[in-house]
């Protein structure tokens, strides 16, 4: 602890370089992007939605396929977000070392964090788009309050992107990141609201998952999905943006140690 830096970090303009040039290597990758974006959440909604839907008829007054549309909406940035700021991220930390070579230039780890934090967020939104898409091709879209729903995505992938970046400064190698799928990203898939309702766990369940930010996500997204107000939007939206923010200087921190800058 006594080797870290805790200086608060510096946002400026250069995040947006990181950012963009992280673009420009994804363009390349953009046909198999957009395929596994739209293809993926089409089978999850066919498959449980309409086959699973059958049998489950009504969920939380809406239908099954409703409810987990707008529930998968908001899960997909956790899991997009999760996936580049851990794999992604680390491939060019240590494989590639293209930190080393941007280092070089007039830009700080501050900046190359926080352009990977809103990389994350901007995959985290392609994703959701792609999924409300779909969903409004089934006809579970409740009207234009539903695009409303993509701000709170990108503020999820923001939070699940800057929580990735602290395990990647913390990782030796890509099997460390199964720790951060199976504790704690599959307990949020399976317990924040996606697949049925909260209020169906135990009561103890249901408290612990209040402090999970995937629950908070989902809160937001599925009425504005739906078309149904809002409960308690400031809170929801307040703890999504204190854990990006505080996520974000632990990550600045713990990156700072590991380049020895």
Sequence with gaps: MANLDWRLPRIRRGALAVWRRNVMVWRRLLGPAILMN???PLIYLLGFGLGLGVFVGQVADMPYLAFLASGIVASSAMTTASFEG?????????PQRTYEAILATPLEIDDILAGEMLWCAS??????????LVAAGLGVVGGWSALL????VFLAGLT???MALIMTALAKNYDFFSYYFI???TPMLML??????????PGWLQTTVQFLPLTHAVELVRPLVIGAPVEQAWLHLTVLAAYAALAYYLAVVLVRRRLVV
């Design 38 to 40: 739209f293809g993926e």
């Design 86 to 94: 851990m794999y992604s991220v680390f491939t060019r930390m240590v």
């Design 123 to 132: 995959k985290g939104l392609l994703s959701g788009t792609a999924i409300l």
């Design 149 to 152: 729903a993509l701000p709170v």
């Design 160 to 162: 699940f992107g800057g």
């Design 183 to 185: 504790l704690l990203v």
């Design 192 to 201: 924040c609201g996606v697949f049925f309702p909260g209020d169906s766990l």
